[in-house]
């Protein structure tokens, strides 16, 4: 049973436009979530992370916007560029894990494809 | 500074055989992870060490895995006998203690083929 789902699993977008990834999660004890974005044949690099206690988290072009009460997050990236092409990761900290913790419970990814 | 390198990049056996992956983590960092990504699906966690210790190894699939941390310096993750279903990629993580936000570094990955 899924708790971090990305229902996208593809998005298209101009550059220059806004990118905007969403991402649901059913445990509501999560309280802090991350973006990890993935280039073929790398591993997951951190992007941005957000505490249950904010609503939102910005870092340049990237900004990651928490609705705890819909339980969904979404990332935005503005303005899109083509190098942001890349499949992006939604991910929660995992609550049993003691407090202390970097288990990380992963969505299934969106390719984000930025066209020229 | 060297990042997560993980051994070997890619991987093709036979159903029945064995394979062993390893991997480094970054110099200094007492906490390792591996997690798997099975066929496009979610990356999912495998196990935790702090330094030569499991201290959580709840996400391994059976015990066909077997995951060791001699010295508490490089990692290793061996499955025998392997099955179709274990084909994916497998990533290695570490990160510098297990602190809630502290940034996990992870491995390019080992892609595992099982034939």
């Known amino acids: 049973d899924q708790q971090v789902k990305q229902n996208s699993p593809s998005l298209s977008v101009q550059e220059g436009r806004i990118s905007i990834l969403n991402c649901d999660y059913t445990n509501s004890m999560f309280d802090y979530f991350l973006w990890y974005k993935k280039y073929p044949a790398e591993g997951p690099t951190f992007l941005i992370s957000?505490?249950?206690?904010?609503d939102k988290n910005e870092d340049g072009r990237f900004t990651v916007f928490l609705n705890k009460s819909a339980k969904h997050l979404s990332l935005h990236i503005v303005p899109s560029q083509p190098g942001d092409s890349a499949v992006y990761f939604c991910?929660?900290?995992?609550?049993?894990?003691?407090?202390?913790?970097?288990?990380?419970?992963f969505g299934t990814g969106t390719l984000l494809a930025v066209q020229p | 500074e060297a990042g997560v390198t993980q051994f070997p990049s890619h991987s093709v056996i036979e159903k029945g055989q064995t394979v062993t992956l390893r991997c480094d983590p970054i110099s200094g960092h007492d906490n390792l992870y591996w997690y798997r990504r099975v066929m496009g699906k979610e990356i999912k966690f495998l196990l935790h060490?702090?330094?030569?210790?499991?201290?959580?190894e709840s996400g391994m699939p059976n015990n066909r895995f077997l995951a060791e941390r001699t010295g508490g310096t490089y990692s290793t993750l061996k499955v025998q006998p392997a099955e179709l279903e274990d084909s994916g990629v497998y990533f290695c993580a570490s990160s510098q203690d297990g602190r809630l936000g502290n940034t996990i570094y992870f491995g390019e990955g080992s892609w595992l083929t099982v034939v």
């Open positions: 957000i505490s249950s206690i904010k």
């Open positions: 991910a929660a900290s995992d609550p049993n894990y003691g407090g202390a913790t970097n288990k990380l419970i």
């Open positions: 060490f702090v330094k030569e210790s499991k201290q959580d």
